[in-house]
Structure formats: C-alpha cells, structure tokens
C-alpha cells in the first residue's frame, strides 16, 4: 500500500481540453469554451490503508484530482506515492485500480476476460492469472454462471459495477480510485454495493480516493472527508468534525441535510448581531475582532433551533413547507420570517404543526455559529 500526497497541485484547462475521466459519466463541461482552473494549489495528504472521500459540488474539481494522482493529465505541482515523486510515471506504472461511474467494462469480452485482462498484459502465467480470478470472484461474489461467462451487455447495472470493482481488485493496486461508481445504480443496488466495498477496503487495507457529491456514501464509506469547492480543498476531516466544525459559511452550507441555517447580517454598536429588528448577543472573542457595522453571519443546525419563547432571542415566523422524514421520525419546518430568508427547524415528527401556522422560534446562543461576512471564514 501507500501514501498519497499532493503538494501545491494546479490543473487549468485550457479551451477546447478534455476536462472529464475516461470511462466516467457526463463531467460538468465536457470541453472547456474558456481557461479553466481546475485545480487550485491542491494539498492533500491520504494515508496508507486510509479511505479518503472527496466531497463536493458538480466542476469543483473532483474528478481532475482523480487524473491528476492516476496520471492521465498534466499539471503543476508534485504528487507523491509514499516518498516516490510520481510526476513523471507513466500511468500504466502506478499500479492504480480504477473504478468509474460507467464501469469502462470491456464490452467484448465476457465477465472472466474482463478481470483477467490486467495479468495478460502484465504478461502473468496462466495460473496466476486463473488464481487472482478466482480468488476475487469468491471475494465479491462473482458467480461464474451469473457474471464470469457473460459479456457486460447482458448484466445489470449492479452486476457490472461489482465485476468492475473485481477487475480492479485483480491488478492487486496499491491505490484504489473511485470516480463516483454508484451514481447509475438504484438505491437499494447503491446501499449494497457500498457496503461491498466498504468491507473489501477494509479487508485488505487498501488507500483509496473515492469520488462522490453523496453525503451518505460519504459518511459510510470515508475515514475522512476532503471538502472541494472551486478546485481547492477547503477542509479536511473525519463528518464528526466538519459537521461540528465547519472552517467556513462553505462548509458549514454544504454538509447537513437539511443545511445549516446561515443568516446575513451586521455588529451593531451594542454588540449584538443584527438584521432588521433582530438582535442577538455575540460573544465577546467574536466582537474583538470586528467593528460595528461590519458584515456578519449567523449560523445555527435545524436540528438546534426550538419552537419555544424563554429567556433566549426569539422570533415569530409562518410555517410555508414541512418535509417529514419518516425513517428518523423527525419533521423540518420551513418557516417564513422576514427580512429573514426561511428558517429550517427540525423537531420530532409526533409535533403537530401545519402549514400556515405561526410559531416561536429561538436560537440557543450555544449552539450559534459566526463566520466574518467578508471571508466567510469562522470566527471563535
């Protein structure tokens, strides 16, 4: 196995380059009309045997940072694996296992030749070969009668990602990557694969990047998370940690469903935080770093707000929308609350509230986050 590590890593696209993975599904611009960066002075350290996901909205860079450590592009910068400087190695001496959204099965050769195509490049005896093949069937499940004997255009969608996943397994890679592979399966077929790969990566101690804008596969398959946003890595942590700790507005928008309530106003004079008649205390390692009128967001979880008047700020606002998530049996309020953009409030499903109804919300002040208006960035 080994260490990935990227140092000060830029990728820019200049017009009409290929800004996608081979194999993988549309990419945010399949060519780019314009210079494009999209990779911003990336560093990133993955450790050895260590699944780091990344995690980010659509051309924020995943997928390059995938080609970057595959070697399929150039770019600025070094990547090491371990201390071997890779800037100049050829793709095919990586020893990378790749998995893509669109599986990149060879679609004519049947399920066996398909995970043995690696050894007979590699020149590998037959044996071997007919042993790795095995050996990762029985492993993923692979039964020669369903998937071995078969060309991928007589399988389904699951089956050719697991025998995707199998190839992949077969080179015997140091590095795994993963460019979003469960995104064209259904979601029952997501929740098994994952969980297929998940106990494959841990049986064997694997370091792998695993691509996706999926919180929930983020979450069940990451020893943790790299945050991307405009080509460059904005933090880097285990979920507990982001979600508790979010370095900026960015962050803290991004993780969470529903998303953190963050609220645009200012310091006033009396150092609270403000926004039309609003105010609410700011704590004092916030106020020393600002002056009054300054622009400051206020950000609290759904799940921290309460539908309550007590000694804490308090504001009336209209229930516009409910969703009601069953499986945790909670409810999120969307509550209406000018000049307040809409607050979302999650309470226990058995509460009964409609839409219409005119509620008190508070915001604890231990549970409120700030970050400057300017940056973005969080303060305390």
Known sequence: MANIRLEKVRKVFAPGETVKLPGSGPAHSDRAAAPNVALDGVNLLVRDGETMVV?????????????VVAGLTRYDGHVYFDRRLMDQVNPSQRNIGMVFQNYALYPNLIGYDNLGFTCRVRGRPHQEERERILATSEIMGIGFDKL????????????????????????????????????????????????EIRRLLERFGHTAIYVTHDQVEALALGDRL???????????????????????????????SPAMNLLRGKLN???????????????????????????????????????????????????????RDLPRRVQTLYVECPPLPDVAITI????????????????PLDRLVFFEGKSELRMG
């Open 55 to 67: 995690l980010g909205p659509s051309g924020c860079g995943k997928s390059t940072l995938l080609r």
């Open 148 to 195: 071995l004997k078969h060309k991928p255009g007589r399988l389904a969608g699951g089956e050719q990602q697991r025998l995707a996943v199998g190839r992949a397994l077969v080179r015997d890679p140091d590095v795994f990557l993963f460019d979003e592979p469960l995104s064209n399966l259904d979601a029952k077929l997501r929740v098994r694969t994952r969980s």
């Open 226 to 256: 790299a945050i991307m946003n405009e080509g460059q890595v904005e933090q880097v942590g285990t979920y507990a940690l982001l979600y508790d700790k979010p370095v900026n507005a960015f962050v803290a928008s991004f993780l969470g």
């Open 269 to 323: 004079g009396r150092g609270s935080w403000e926004l039309g008649d609003l105010e609410i205390p700011v704590p004092e390692i916030v106020r020393s770093r600002l002056r009054a009128g300054w622009k400051l967001i206020l950000g609290i979880r759904p799940e921290h707000a309460r539908l309550a008047r007590d000694d804490l700020p308090a504001f009336e606002g209209r229930v516009v929308h409910i969703e």
């Open 348 to 363: 226990p499903a058995g509460e009964r509230i409609l839409p219409g109804d005119r509620v008190p919300v508070t915001l």
